[in-house]
């Protein structure tokens, strides 16, 4: 079994990234767990989003503070999903039907094949 680590995103990531992104969008993907990677036409704006999000003061209303962190294969530095830990569950949709944790998984096939 591939070992995996859990990475702060940073911009030598960029490429996987936008890479994961594309595929979450061809294949209709929720994005739970990105961190709002959906939304951002740029690693560079995500990442500012994501530093929005990691403080209380700063994350956008209806929203709850969390970290996002990349999933990446270690053999070959390849980003296989992303988990966002949520500090608190304090939500009307969190607390009934999430958690504190969010998560998305690229295709096995991609993730094998290196597509």
């Given amino acids: 079994m591939d070992e995996i680590r859990l990475i702060e995103p940073t911009m030598d ?17 929720s994005f ?6 959906r939304n951002c036409a740029s690693v560079r704006e995500w990442l500012e989003t994501l530093r929005e999000y990691e403080d209380a003061a700063t ?4 929203a709850v503070s969390s970290h996002t962190y990349l999933v990446v ?17 304090e939500h009307p949709i969190l607390g009934l039907w999430g958690g504190h944790m969010g998560y998305s998984v690229r295709t096995w096939r991609t993730v ?3 597509a």
């Avoid at 990234?17 to 993907?29: K, T």
């Avoid at 739970?32 to 990677?37: D, K, N, S, W």
């Avoid at 294969?73 to 569950?89: A, S």
Wanted: charged letters at 30%; glycine letters at 18%.
């Fill in 13 to 29: 990531y960029a490429d996987e990234i936008m890479g994961f992104r594309q595929e979450m969008m061809d294949a209709g993907d």
């Fill in 32 to 37: 739970a767990g990105c961190g709002g990677l």
């Fill in 59 to 62: 994350c956008p209303p209806g």
């Fill in 73 to 89: 294969r270690l053999r070959d530095n390849r980003v296989v999903g992303m988990i966002d830990r949520r500090h608190h569950i």
């Fill in 112 to 114: 094998e094949t290196g």
